[in-house]
């Protein structure tokens, strides 16, 4: 049987990029081609792994150019499920359920993180994880066998944006337009649509030590470059590569995991085994909608983590 090709996609963001996404600023979104285009001696392009036995196009650096390969990112009226920076705030080791925290310090429902996970062996790996770094730490559970986080300073470490599994994903967004351009063909509005942050008519100088207040003094695409050079490096702007333009519009949040909530400080005992002396409250039931198999083979899972603006 044909496998049918994937409509859904992974796209990483920076905890900036997603309050950007979230507060209705950015709706574009850049990402390097790879591998890049390169031009031949008669100025022509050509494109693919292989360069020797690639394609040749003539094409002006102002002009949007059909590239002979799809986007990893998918097409107009693809989906996108945004990972960013989590942790996991509470977590039932009985149901394999897990409420998980964002940048933003907003908590998401109990959910069940791991839909293709029957036998429990992904979520046993992350529940050890979290036992092991509380262990280093030096915090241990209580003689009712529970953490007791209340008081103290959230204990657990971020964790990247690229292991976030997709269940836990709060932002959904979908394609409605994709462009192959060259970085600097930006425009003003362009820049102002990848999220760049205004104040009285000046937008944000992102490359301002985080020691002092965010500076205000840039024209939009001046603003976009520092963004740009902010994750990307020092001087990748002055590289011009060619990018993929994606522009998204927001999907509507999804309603998530209901029913009745297991206690905030969650059982210390081997997972899905009965806490060694006391039960926790009775945890919601299982997630029954359909989540679509994340293929970590997929191109868009093998991203560099820091194009993400």
Same mark, same amino acid.
Request: hydrophobic share 35%; charged share 20%; net charge negative.
């Given at each position: 049987m044909k496998k049918q090709p994937t409509t859904t996609h992974p796209i990483l963001f920076t905890a900036d990029m997603v309050r950007a996404i979230l507060e209705g600023r950015k709706t574009q979104t850049r990402r390097i081609i790879k591998p890049q285009p390169r031009q031949d001696a008669s100025g022509g392009w050509q494109y693919g792994k292989d360069y020797r036995n690639?394609?040749?196009?003539?094409?002006?650096?102002?002009?949007?150019?059909?590239?002979?390969?799809?986007?990893?990112?998918?097409?107009?009226?693809?989906?996108?499920?945004?990972?960013?920076?989590?942790?996991?705030?509470?977590?039932?080791?009985?149901?394999?359920?897990?409420?998980?925290?964002?940048?933003?310090?907003?908590?998401?429902?109990?959910?069940?993180?791991y839909q293709d996970d029957p036998d429990g062996e992904k979520f046993d790996k992350l529940w050890l994880s979290i036992c092991d770094e509380l262990a280093r730490k030096g915090i241990k559970p209580g003689k009712d066998g529970m953490y007791n986080f209340q008081g103290i300073e959230q204990p657990l470490s971020w964790r990247p944006a690229i292991h976030m599994p997709r269940a836990a994903s709060r932002i959904h967004l979908q394609i409605t337009d994709i462009r192959a351009q060259r970085l600097h063909?930006?425009?003003?509005?362009?820049?102002?649509?990848?999220?760049?942050?205004?104040?009285?008519?000046k937008y944000r100088h992102y490359n301002c030590p985080s020691k002092f207040a965010p500076l205000f003094d840039c024209e939009p695409i001046e603003s976009y470059?520092?963004?740009?050079? @902010?994750?990307?490096?020092?001087?990748?702007?002055?590289?011009?590569?060619?990018?993929? &333009?994606? %522009?998204?519009?927001?999907? !509507? =949040?999804?309603?998530?995991?209901?029913?009745? @909530?297991?206690?905030?400080?969650?059982?210390?005992?081997?997972?899905?085994?009965?806490? &060694?002396? %006391?039960?926790?409250?009775? !945890? =919601?039931?299982?997630?029954?909608?359909?989540?679509?198999?994340?293929?970590?083979?997929?191109?868009?899972?093998?991203e560099n983590p820091a194009q993400q603006c």
């Open positions: 690639s394609c040749s196009a003539a094409a002006s650096p102002a002009t949007d150019v059909l590239f002979p390969y799809e986007c990893p990112y998918g097409q107009p009226g693809h989906h996108l499920w945004v990972r960013e920076t989590w942790l996991p705030a509470a977590w039932d080791a009985q149901e394999g359920m897990v409420k998980f925290m964002y940048k933003d310090q907003t908590k998401s429902k109990w959910i069940q993180p063909d930006i425009t003003e509005a362009d820049a102002i649509a990848e999220g760049i942050e205004e104040n009285s008519g470059r520092t963004l740009w050079e @902010k994750i990307n490096g020092p001087h990748s702007w002055e590289q011009n590569p060619w990018v993929w &333009a994606i %522009t998204f519009r927001v999907c !509507p =949040p999804s309603r998530g995991v209901r029913g009745v @909530k297991p206690p905030e400080t969650p059982p210390a005992a081997p997972p899905h085994t009965a806490p &060694a002396q %006391t039960d926790p409250a009775t !945890p =919601p039931p299982a997630q029954t909608t359909a989540q679509s198999a994340y293929h970590a083979d997929s191109a868009a899972a093998r």
